[in-house]
């Protein structure tokens, strides 16, 4: 299983670390360098590490010959963005390239989310 994990906050004065810590919490054995952050609104996509992430995904995927498990951590759906549409456009990206993403708090009553 190759996993990626990612955690935004929306300005430079909010603290990551809770997010990093549920990331961790879920896979424990995730490298630093495979989590990314970005201290930017979620209200736009264009994200400098979250599209460094895809990017880097996308290769991933793209030369996994083996068929290893790719998946990103997020700890709640809305450290993916603001957008309704954005964030089903992300799923989309993500199904569409075969990458499962995990979504560690969800109101479940209100989405759902078949990735894997």
Known sequence: MITYGYARVSTTEQNLDRQITAIKGFKSDISEKNIFTDKLTGKIFERPQYNAMKIILEHIADANETEDIIEVVFEELDRLGRNVEGIKAE?????????????????????EVNQC
């Not at 989309?92 to 499962?100: D, E, L, S, T, V």
Request: charged share 15%.
């Open 91 to 111: 799923l989309q990206w993500f199904k569409n390239h075969g990458i499962c993403v995990r979504i560690l708090e969800i109101p479940t009553t209100l989405i």
